[in-house]
């Protein structure tokens, strides 16, 4: 089946600076690359998602970018901000017409202000 | 229109109990899912239902049964629960497309 590592594990960054998040998959044929936000407490929300046919998307101070020949995928977020603050995860669909997904186990970021 | 939403909130058992958690969604979504969350490791898909009437194993489905009772209600059924089932239970569900909306979540502790 698939496998989604995530990278790093625990993120400090400054207010202002950039984070980077970084994901790769094992499944060639997996298609479909969802980011999602977790705050403590609350249920994860997708922040913004990539397709296969897509190299990057971006998203207001959110952007993504896939590399489907080395299978990984990157989350950066700009101009950081303390609200900024939560767990995120990164995860890979490759169940055709099911749309299961597979998640890396997350990468808690915190924005000292 | 509430989107997915899960009971009950909390619940605590004992070691052997059973319980069902509901799941129910108003967006006229075909696919529902059940996830644990636990420290560390992520979600991890338990049971999904591509559409109704159909159910398949996920990733970690021992000491679970689900059913899709119908289009809306997805519940995930705890037979005989033990300590290892202390988790986070997240239910979501998806539309044509490939987006996941998850609902509120279960905290479940098993003594």
């Known amino acids: 089946g698939e496998n989604v590592e995530q990278h790093p594990s625990t993120l400090s960054v400054q207010e202002g600076d950039s984070a980077v998040i970084k994901c790769t998959y094992s499944d060639s044929a997996s298609n479909y690359f969802p980011w999602y936000k977790q705050e403590l407490g609350k249920r994860p929300q997708l922040i913004i998602d990539i397709r296969s046919n897509v190299g990057e998307k971006k998203d207001q101070r959110i952007a993504v970018t896939l590399n489907k020949t080395a299978k990984h995928f990157s989350l950066h977020i700009t101009e950081t901000q303390p609200e900024d603050s939560a767990v995120y995860f990164c995860a890979a669909c490759h169940g055709a017409g099911s749309y299961q997904l597979t998640f890396g186990k997350g990468t808690k970021l915190s924005v000292i202000p | 229109n509430a989107g997915v939403t899960q009971t009950p909130k909390f619940q605590v058992l004992k070691t052997g109990q059973s319980m069902t958690l509901q799941c129910a969604q108003d967006m006229n979504h075909n696919s529902m899912y059940w996830y644990r969350q636990d420290p560390g490791m992520g979600l991890r898909l338990i049971y999904y239902s591509a559409s109704e009437g159909t159910t398949d194993k996920g990733e970690v489905p021992n000491g679970y049964n689900v059913s899709r009772l119908n289009k809306r209600e997805f519940s995930l059924r705890l037979e005989s629960a033990a300590p290892s089932q202390t988790s986070v239970y997240f239910c979501?569900?998806?539309?044509?497309?490939?987006?996941?909306?998850f609902g509120p979540g279960t905290r479940l502790t098993v003594l």
């Open positions: 979501a569900s998806t539309g044509s497309t490939d987006t996941q909306y």
